[in-house]
């Protein structure tokens, strides 16, 4: 009887719940524009030292943000509108962070041509009382957490110097110290100390200044009639130095000296010991130049050396000698391009040479020049490694990158070959003794002690290259996982496992024990410590992983020579993983095309997540789709993955309108979630919202075909899908952007499956496209075309024929389908010509052709006005040919020029 009744009670609970999940489903809306304005973002996060404490901000599409003050085991103490650029005291007793006006007051006070301020507030976290200085503009926190130094704002904008003034709170004792004309401050790594310059009206008080915090003495370091730039302390040491200077008249640059001073140590008697370096009493200096306040100045650990950089000194030039004409010279021998040496002008006006000074004996080298233009040191030993590319630089027969190494001992100035022709340069030791190159997926290790070049994944037995890498290049390894504390290890990845090399020995081993490899996960080592520069090998390590065919992600525990054991590992995206600094608390996000990348937060462990942040609990007042993972074999017998959305009220059986978006691998995507935000892309929540599916293909290219290679790709997908019976093989739309758009406009010279197409700042003739240059950079499009993305891997003078075969506008004459084109007449990355040849083309061809060109708007539309323009006719275009929606005016008769400010979008007929 009771059984009967127990069955009953389910059947009622059961029917209850069907109903209403029914009512649920009826009562939510589908999603459109016009709901985005309250969709948020998190920014501002932070963790307390202690992990008692987070920050989170809610920033919506529209409106001010809200920055929430919370502790993670209670209830949120505060929150703030617009604060931001947050810091918590090392002892997590105290938070400061800014505040900036509303976004009306920001309106009112631009349009009065105000200066637009942030405000500071500090929080005592536990007794939640807010103080306030206004008009601020930095901030820090001692390590010893008694005080706090506050910049403020200059009330003069139009002052020639450069100082403000500087507030020293003490949190402890509730006093503050005002110091005037203050240009830049910091305190050293202990606390101890503060120092600051000062920059004040005709120079009186100039100087840099130490205050001894143990006792609130201050001590006029060094003082004059000088600017003062690039104070820097020793990490390690108890040393401070700082440049000082005049400029001549008729010179550009200052004339600047070295000043330091060491064994600062807190409730001294006397400073320690202070020397100066002026270049011009070094005979070794080189002639003509200067040391210059554009580089910054730092101590080597060891506190033996400084590193700075020198430039040449130049005159003003006077009016009189100006050229009065305005040309720029390009010559067959330029090194960079005139456009690219425009772009760089600002740059390269504050240009410097890395040089280096011993401060035992005061020996001065000139570490770059103009022809080893780059160098890097160590901070922990005294070798450094030089780059000299001057045999490469003009060859435009090979892509750009190519270098000859050289190590430095920056004591004595000796240089030595480490190896010529390298194009994957990999870096420094953190201790300074190795430095990395690859070549041909062998990873080569330069010992400068030794002098030696050992072949280090030679004694692994396997080739470390990146073989998914489809680019024409040499292709590069998997990258440096990191290295032990104790220097004696290389950590180096693989596809999918881990690999420690032995550097004083040849023993290898796989440090994941093949379990990346066996289940297609990639594993990859996390550093907690921010900053640390080595692992401990000793101990636990923390793994990222991300099932390649599954999609899976989460975190794996390994300890060397045992199995990773899983940690926490779902059907989801996890990342951004966060440790309190001296907790076993960590705050991460997980994500899913459902599931906002809200925080949980947890232990180590990673058991039991709590979840912290609920961004956008609105959505559930909304449709919302799902995504399954769609396995293909495309026409060149790749197995590839696709990630489709399914629409919210999807029924298995019935087949739906697609819009396809791509760009090359996008199955990764799979988990991540749909923002709706304001750009001019398509966004896959809003169209399943509103009964489409999105696909997302990955696409592999074969060098010389990247057309051919996307047409087979995405087709491929689009069949297996049909096959699948998800898509109505009659209304399928396409839509890429910039590379993408390429891409698209290809595939609808090649194709009738498709019944429009979308596309956004395309290239369309790679012949035209090779010949002018990348506006953002100044870099001409050829080794772009040749090397990187295009992956022609000739010239069109080498092979005109591949260029035309795989150019959209040379196969306009096959066009069948109605297509869109999206163009920003300022776009810096793909000119604006390249959508207008194609659009001027299909015109004459007589095609259905519209194309979409936005005034001043760059690769992407920046405008909210037009980025809300572009999405709505965008969708229109696509459901009038998707779902056979009513199409407006602009789609069926265009728009005059005169009337385009009176006809928007959702206009379906010509007024009167």
């Not at 963790?47 to 404490?53: A, V």
């Not at 919202?689 to 087709?715: C, E, H, K, Q, R």
């Not at 689009?718 to 290809?746: D, M, R």
Request: one cysteine or more.
């Amino acid at each position: 009887m009771r059984a009967i009744l127990n069955q009953r009670l389910f059947k009622i609970i059961f029917g209850l719940l069907i109903c209403s999940q029914l009512s649920f489903g009826q009562t939510q809306k589908p999603l459109t524009l016009e709901d985005y304005a309250q969709w948020n973002q998190i920014r501002n996060t932070a963790l307390s030292p202690d992990g008692n404490y987070m920050t989170y901000a809610y920033t919506p599409n529209e409106g001010d943000a809200t920055l929430h003050i919370r502790k993670l085991d209670a209830d949120t103490l505060r929150t703030v509108i617009n604060g931001k650029k947050v810091a918590f005291s090392e002892d997590s007793k105290w938070l400061a962070f800014f505040v900036d006006p509303t976004k009306e007051a920001i309106k009112k006070l631009k349009k009065a041509k105000d200066p637009v301020l942030s405000d500071l507030q500090i929080v005592n976290l536990q007794s939640n009382v807010v103080s306030e200085v206004t008009s601020v503009k930095d901030f820090s926190f001692s390590k010893t957490a008694k005080f706090i130094a506050i910049h403020k704002n200059s009330k003069d904008k139009k002052a020639d110097h450069k100082g403000s003034d500087l507030l020293l709170k003490d949190l402890v004792g509730d006093k503050t110290l005002n110091i005037g004309n203050v240009s830049n401050f910091a305190f050293n790594k202990e606390g101890t100390f503060l120092s600051y310059l000062v920059d004040a009206d005709g120079d009186n008080g100039n100087g840099m200044y130490l205050i001894d915090l143990s006792n609130m003495r201050t001590w006029p370091l060094h003082t004059g009639a000088f600017t003062y730039n690039q104070m820097s302390w020793n990490k390690e040491k108890k040393q401070i130095a700082v440049l000082f200077g005049t400029k001549d008249e008729g010179n550009i640059e200052f004339n600047n000296t070295i000043y330091w001073a060491s064994n600062l140590t807190p409730g001294m008697t006397t400073v320690g010991n202070q020397a100066t370096y002026a270049s011009e009493k070094d005979a070794k200096f080189p002639k003509n130049m200067v040391i210059s306040e554009y580089a910054s100045l730092n101590f080597n650990e060891a506190g033996t050396q400084l590193v700075f950089g020198v430039k040449e000194q130049q005159t003003e030039l006077k009016e009189d000698d100006e050229l009065k004409a305005n040309v720029d010279v390009w010559h067959w021998k330029d090194e960079r391009l005139q456009s690219r040496q425009i772009v760089q002008a600002k740059r390269d006006q504050k240009a410097t040479f890395k040089s280096i000074l011993n401060l035992e004996n005061k020996t001065f080298f000139q570490l770059e020049n103009d022809n080893m233009t780059y160098v890097n040191t160590s901070e922990k030993n005294i070798w450094a490694v030089g780059s000299v590319d001057t045999l490469y630089r003009k060859n435009v027969n090979i892509p750009g990158g190519f270098e000859d190494l050289y190590s430095i001992n920056t004591k004595t100035g000796a240089k030595q070959l480490i190896a010529k022709n390298v194009y994957r340069n990999m870096g420094m030791s953190p201790n300074g003794d190795w430095t990395l190159f690859s070549k041909d997926g062998e990873v080569m290790g330069y010992h400068f002690e030794k002098g030696s070049l050992t072949n280090l994944t030679a004694k692994t037995g396997i080739n470390f290259s990146d073989e998914d890498n489809d680019k024409p290049v040499e292709k590069p390894t998997y990258g440096v996982a990191g290295w032990s504390k104790d220097g004696n290890t290389l950590l180096l990845n693989h596809k999918y496992d881990l690999w420690t090399i032995a550097l004083n020995s040849d023993m290898t081993a796989n440090l994941t024990q093949g379990l990346g490899n066996e289940g297609s996960i990639r594993f990859r080592l996390v550093q907690l410590d921010p900053e640390a520069e080595a692992f401990d090998l000793t101990k636990p390590l923390l793994l990222s992983a991300y099932g390649d065919k599954t999609k899976k992600g989460g975190y794996y525990e390994v300890e060397v020579g045992n199995t990773p054991k899983v940690l926490r590992y779902e059907d989801k995206m996890t990342s951004r993983v966060t440790k309190a600094k001296h907790a076993d608390k960590v705050i991460f996000t997980e994500q899913t095309f459902v599931d906002f990348p809200d925080y949980w937060t947890s232990d180590l462990s990673f058991e039991k997540p709590k979840k912290i942040t609920n961004a956008n609990p609105q959505q559930s007042n909304y449709k919302w789709g799902k995504r399954v993972l769609i396995d293909y074999t495309d026409e060149r017998g790749h197995e590839l993955q696709a990630t489709l959305a399914l629409p919210a009220d999807y029924e298995p059986g019935k087949t739906y309108p697609m819009v396809v978006y791509f760009y090359e691998r996008m199955s990764q995507r799979h988990h991540v979630y749909s923002m709706p935000t304001y750009d001019d892309r398509p966004h896959m929540s809003t169209y399943a919202s509103n009964g489409y599916l999105v696909l997302m293909p990955d696409i592999i290219f074969d060098v010389g075909l990247p057309g051919s290679s996307a047409l087979d790709d995405v087709t491929s997908a689009v069949k297996e899908v049909i096959k699948q019976g998800y898509a109505n093989p009659n209304k399928i739309g396409l839509q890429g952007h910039s590379w993408g758009g390429y891409e698209t406009s290809f595939i609808v010279t090649q194709t009738d499956m498709f019944a429009t197409v979308v596309t956004g700042a395309p290239l369309t003739n790679l012949i035209s496209m090779y010949n002018v240059n990348y506006k953002r950079s100044g870099s001409s499009n050829g080794p772009l075309l040749e090397w990187s993305q295009g992956r022609m891997g000739v010239s069109p003078w080498e092979n005109m024929e591949l260029y035309q075969s795989q150019s959209p506008l040379h196969h306009a004459p096959n066009i069948k389908t109605p297509f869109l084109i999206l163009h920003g007449t300022a776009d810096g990355a793909v000119d604006w010509n390249q959508g207008l040849e194609f659009y001027s083309a299909a015109r004459r061809l007589g095609k259905e052709v519209i194309l979409l060109s936005y005034p001043d708007e760059p690769h992407h539309l920046q405008k909210e006005d037009n980025q809300k323009d572009f999405q709505i006719r965008m969708k229109q275009y696509f459901d009038h040919y998707l779902k056979d929606a009513p199409a407006p005016l602009w789609m069926t008769n265009g728009i005059e020029h005169l009337d385009k400010k009176r006809l928007g979008p959702e206009v379906l007929e010509k007024e009167d």
